[in-house]
């Protein structure tokens, strides 16, 4: 079975410029996450998706993130205008819980490692 | 509010030493689960564990062990025989019940380095 896909690896910007990631998450997984984790620590939550509703963006910081998860299945995690404390690793996941359920085990992709000159 | 703990910031060891990994955790839920993942160099946080907040029994799978009390509010990691394989940064997480919002927390991290 495949697990999460995310691209590009890597990715370097000027600052001020535009920025998008893309996710896979696991065939049959409804629940899609996005994380950030910055240099020695542990992610974060940016926003979690059931289906293609964005149920939890509070920790999304909207006036230069957006995020969309059309079909249900693939994401695009974008940035506009990208800031130096950008920079992190945008790590996407996937689970099968639904909602009202517990959740399941969240399976993680590679990341996308952004660097921001 | 939630919180997850390593105060271990780096461990060091040679290999085939045991060493043990600690996680203590904040919550005022009754029901969460405590999550242990490997992050290896490549990036990728790799699922180890889950254990549910109702179930306190240890848990061995190979040369991994897994210590959960709840009168400490811990959840500590043995890698026993450790590898060269072995070294990477783990993560433990607590997802809370309430609120239904899947939310993983997470700690700092520990880097475990094994020296061959």
């Known amino acids: 079975e495949a697990g999460v896909v995310q691209s590009p690896r890597y990715k370097i910007i000027e600052k001020k410029q535009p920025v998008a990631f893309w996710c896979n998450p696991i065939s049959g997984h409804n629940t899609l996450y996005w994380y950030r984790q910055n240099l020695g620590q542990g992610p974060e939550l940016l926003i979690r998706y059931e289906n293609e509703e964005a149920v939890d963006d509070s920790q999304l910081p909207k006036d230069r993130f957006s995020a969309e998860r059309l079909k249900g299945v693939d994401s695009t995690l974008k940035i506009q205008p990208a800031e130096l404390g950008d920079s992190a690793v945008y790590l996407c996941?996937?689970?099968?819980?639904?909602?009202?359920?517990?959740?399941?085990?969240?399976?993680f992709g590679p990341g996308t490692r952004l660097l921001v000159l | 509010a939630q919180k997850v703990t390593q105060a271990q910031t780096e461990i060091s060891v040679v290999e085939k030493e045991d060493v043990t990994l600690d996680c203590v955790y904040e919550?005022?839920?009754?029901?969460?689960?405590l999550f242990w993942y490997k992050q290896p160099p490549s990036g990728e946080l790799v699922f180890l564990i889950r254990r549910n907040s109702f179930d306190e029994q240890n848990e061995i799978s190979g040369r991994y062990s897994w210590n959960f009390q709840k009168s400490t509010s811990s959840f500590n990691f043995t890698i026993t025989a450790s590898q060269v394989v072995d070294s990477a940064v783990y993560f433990c997480?607590?997802?809370?019940?309430?609120?239904?919002?899947?939310?993983?927390?997470f700690g700092q991290g520990t880097t475990l380095q094994v020296k061959p």
């Open positions: 919550t005022r839920d009754t029901t969460y689960y």
């Open positions: 997480a607590l997802s809370e019940y309430s609120g239904n919002t899947g939310k993983l927390i």
């Open positions: 996941a996937s689970s099968l819980a639904g909602t009202g359920m517990i959740r399941e085990t969240q399976y």
